[in-house]
């Protein structure tokens, strides 16, 4: 941390910010919001609020970011702010529910993307998925250069695809050729026996999972150039640009199809492209099957830092911290975690219960991270703070209601998915006792 003290540039802070927030989300989750809302101007205002909550979020974060510069990010502040019990559980949850869920939804994403330029059944989807997890183990068993590179090549993809989505549907879609309105008169939800506050919620579990990872720029406050400005610029920056970027992209989506054809769509970018251009499911197709693809590797290879992280704090087994002999990589945690991966794929199969089982717990840690910034103010208040949160207390307690709001329809609505994902979550209970008895007893025993 000390030799790059100082160093990170607004920019650099602010391509964290963007790179980390664009994934596969937006070219399949804007069927699942419009699958609840079948109202133009409320998918809109959806995604909109998308934005207030990664900037209310990442406003919020660049303050403990900036206070805690420690390693580990969230983990490390969890810590900080509620002891070593509530951080455990959030790095139980991002290995057994978060990141395991987050490579079975890319390892869909491709496959359903592949089934543009290869016809295949639904079986024949989750079998390539975990086709796809399985490959990218292995190559990043056997060496780790193939990360470094999906990770400047995968990411222009992706931009290079929504900037293909977001021209295409402007220059040659129009709001005549779908029908779209965005008027009061068309406000409405697909299945009013869900009711408001239930779709919306739903809706905003696809918004969720698109907009997320702008946090990771936070956890690089302390080694940042003036953090008290830079910091705070790059995230209200990158959550700008990310969210302006996925609301051209669903406002393109809906110049190019109607919105009962997007939320029955398998693969939203390919069918809208297809529409005007009789090759651009194929060139759109293998662009996003590409870039989810890579995104599978680099999550495949950052996964072992939350094991090194556990296992020295002395809370999981060393076996998973170890690297294999031969190739000089975390064999085992790579194994681990992708075969996990493969076990949810199989068990939610649908994008939509993979998410829905994915940021149910995420945005349960992330609402304690914000409740978190409001008692260290009240319990640290003379803490050294390079920045302060924009707007507090109202912008912290605005991402508390959000996301609180967002995990109360989650419970009501998805009950199956949330409770599934609370009990592996408690799951991690005896796992962490064990490891705590078993650190304490190794530093009590007498020294030989």
Not at 423 to 441: N, S
Request: glycine residues 10%; aromatic residues 12%.
């Amino acid at each position: 941390m000390s030799k790059l003290e100082g160093k990170l540039s607004l920019y650099g802070l602010t391509m964290v910010a963007i790179g980390a927030c664009i994934g596969s989300g937006i070219f399949l989750s804007p069927s699942l919001v419009a699958g609840y809302l079948s109202s133009p101007l409320l998918i809109l205002i959806v995604w909109g609020l998308g934005l207030l909550h990664a900037l209310t979020g990442s406003l919020t974060f660049a303050e403990l970011g900036a206070m805690l510069p420690k390693a580990g990010g969230q983990y490390a502040y969890l810590k900080e702010i509620y002891g070593p019990l509530i951080a455990f559980l959030y790095a139980w949850v991002t290995l057994v529910v978060i990141n395991g869920s987050g490579i079975a939804a890319l390892s869909l994403t491709f496959a359903k993307y592949a089934a543009f330029i290869v016809p295949l059944s639904a079986t024949g989807t989750l079998v390539l998925g975990a086709v796809v997890i399985a490959v990218m183990a292995a190559v990043n068993i056997v060496g780790t250069k193939f990360s470094d590179l999906s990770a400047k090549i995968f990411t222009g993809l992706k931009l290079g695809g929504l900037a293909l989505i977001i021209g295409v549907g402007v220059i040659l879609g129009s709001p005549a050729r779908t029908g779209l309105k965005l008027g009061l008169q068309s406000v409405s939800t697909t299945d009013p026996g869900i009711g408001w506050a239930g779709a919306f919620g739903l809706a905003f579990v696809g918004v969720y999972f698109s907009v997320g990872g702008w946090q990771h720029a936070s956890y690089l406050a302390g080694e940042a150039r003036n953090p008290r400005r830079t910091v705070p610029l790059a995230m209200i920056l990158g959550a700008i640009v990310v969210g302006l970027v996925y609301w051209l992209a669903n406002l393109g989506y809906m110049f190019l199809l109607p919105v009962n054809r997007i939320a029955a769509s398998g693969g939203v970018a390919a069918e809208a492209l297809q529409t005007v251009l009789p090759f651009g499911a194929v060139l759109i197709s293998i662009m996003i099957a590409l870039s989810a693809l890579g995104t599978v590797g680099i999550y495949t290879y950052s996964v072992p830092r939350i094991f090194y992280a556990l296992a020295d704090d002395g809370l999981f087994y060393p076996a998973f911290a170890r690297v294999h002999k031969r190739f000089k990589t975390p064999a085992n945690a790579i194994l681990l975690q992708s075969g996990w991966a493969i076990v949810l794929l199989f068990v939610w199969n649908t994008f939509a219960n993979i998410i829905t089982y994915l940021v149910f717990m995420d945005g349960i840690f992330m609402l304690l991270t914000g409740v978190g910034i409001m008692k260290l103010r009240r319990t640290r208040p003379n803490a050294e703070r390079p920045y302060r949160t924009l707007g507090y207390p109202i912008t912290p307690i605005l991402f508390i209601l959000m996301s609180a709001f967002f995990i109360i329809a989650t419970l009501l609505e998805k009950p199956v998915q949330a409770i599934a994902a609370s009990a592996a979550c408690l799951l991690g209970l005896p796992f962490y006792f064990y490891f705590r008895a078993k650190k304490r007893a190794a530093e009590t025993a007498p020294a030989d």
